[in-house]
């Protein structure tokens, strides 16, 4: 079976770095495709866009979590916003949009990837499309993704009010 993304799978041979395709019902949202694979939100990864003035950046979370863009933005040094789609597209020409998998440095995007994911033994992530994921060994994932591991994730609680973007807040 191939990764969807063809840069992906090629850093992967590169790397030689060991992991399990999943295939699933195509899912268009990561809680979707969690419950797909049977699996948690918490424990499965979604990858989100965010642009600044300076660059655009990758947010990497739990499923089951959404991106607090106020502290996105203390992170980062600069304000930072949802990228727009056609930007999406631009950046990753070889993934479906919503299915980029966490390795930004195959596209020239930084990662942050927020500490709840740094705990477990393995990490599930979209391979590019909405039907195919990823899961490899956090180690691995971590030495090839090179991330900077930090806290911006806010667990979702199914109750998203009026406005709550405008707050800061992306859900997703």
Not at 2 to 23: D, E, G, K
Not at 85 to 95: G, H, N, S, V
Not at 119 to 148: C, K, T, W
């Amino acid at each position: 079976m191939q990764v969807s993304s063809t840069r992906l799978q090629h850093f992967l041979r590169l790397y030689r770095v060991s992991y399990s395709l999943i295939q699933h019902a195509p899912a268009f949202s990561s809680q979707m495709a969690a419950a797909a694979m049977h699996i948690p939100g918490k424990e499965m990864a979604k990858t989100v866009v965010l642009e600044g003035h300076a660059q655009s950046y990758l947010a990497v979370l739990p499923a089951s979590y959404h991106v607090d863009l106020t502290r996105m933005a203390e992170i980062v040094g600069e304000t930072v916003r949802l990228a727009p789609e056609d930007k999406i597209r631009e950046l990753f020409p070889d993934c479906e949009l919503g299915a980029i998998p966490p390795f930004g440095r195959l596209y020239g995007v930084p990662v942050y990837m927020d500490v709840t994911l740094a705990v477990g033994r393995e990490i599930v992530f979209p391979a590019g499309s909405h039907s195919d994921a990823l899961r490899m060994n956090y180690q691995d994932f971590e030495d090839l993704a090179r991330p900077e591991i930090c806290s911006f994730a806010v667990k979702d609680t199914g109750l998203h009010p009026i406005g709550a973007q405008r707050k800061g807040r992306e859900h997703s």
